[in-house]
């Protein structure tokens, strides 16, 4: 039986500005990657998404950035690789304790924005992320984009890794995230989206942006759901999967 996880952002509203349809994306994923407080969220929004992830049966993972809520977390900062550590620590630490609040387990943990696509290719910062997730919960499975530096750290550091891609992003050559700015970064498409995520899923192979086919192996797929055609392409996602028979469950489960 072939299987795949969905996994979303979540959590990214903070005080009065509200972010995503989460409680309607909600019914669409098997992972929920909620935000820590520093590139968005904040303790309120923070509680209330581990609520409505355990409502749901949703797994919860922690999705921590750099501390950029003007920005986004999606802005290039600079830090040592012990400072990454310990933002790392920092944001994962609060989002296991509104866990363990409310008797759930934190599954997971993938890094967001700018953090992620730096550890995709920096070693260093990908090192000192893994190292920050082992030493906190050795348990934890840590996302990151397939084929990247942060799966080898994961893999090095001795946690279990999942390799990521994105239903509305195109792909290099070499395997990485298409960058925003360039001309085909992103898929609108819905059936285009979810076609691609098939053939990934079923053959680990996607056509990258310059015509090429190359190998891409997943074990999950980000879909966002703060973009105008969110709920559209999750239930694209899932109707195309369920008809090629593959069925959708959750991180680490059996």
């Known amino acids: 039986m072939t299987t795949i996880d969905i996994n979303c952002d ?3 509203s903070y005080g009065a500005f509200m972010v995503g349809e989460d409680e309607t994306i909600m019914n669409y994923i098997s992972s ?3 935000a820590c407080g520093m590139h968005a969220g904040d303790p309120h929004v923070m509680e209330r998404t581990v609520r409505l992830a355990k409502k749901n049966r949703v797994g919860i993972g922690a999705h921590p950035g750099f501390p950029d809520i003007a920005g986004f977390g999606r802005r290039m900062m600079e830090f040592t690789e012990e ?4 933002l790392i620590i920092y944001q994962i ?9 409310h008797d759930v387990t934190l599954k997971h943990v993938k890094p967001h924005g700018a953090l992620y696509n730096l550890a995709a290719r920096d070693e260093k910062v990908a090192d000192a992320i893994a190292r920050a997730v082992y030493d906190l919960d050795s348990n934890l499975i840590l996302i990151g984009l397939a084929n990247s530096a942060l799966l080898s750290a994961g893999i090095a550091a001795g946690i279990n890794v999942a390799s990521e891609v994105f239903a509305d992003r195109t792909f290099t050559a070499e395997g990485f995230l298409t960058p925003r700015n360039v001309k085909g970064a992103f898929i609108y498409d819905v059936k285009d989206a979810a076609e691609q995520m098939k053939r990934i899923v079923v053959d680990q192979k996607v056509k990258a942006i310059d015509g090429t086919i190359i190998d891409l192996k997943a074990d999950t797929i980000c879909i966002h759901g703060d973009g105008k055609h969110a709920v559209a392409f999750a ?10 028979g593959i069925t959708i469950k959750r991180l680490g489960e059996k």
């Open 10 to 12: 979540m959590g990214e």
């Open 32 to 34: 929920a990657n909620i």
């Open 93 to 101: 630490g609060g989002l296991q304790a509104f866990c363990s609040v």
């Open 235 to 244: 239930e694209a996602l899932q109707t195309t999967l369920s008809n090629n």
């Open 83 to 86: 400072e990454i550590y310990q």
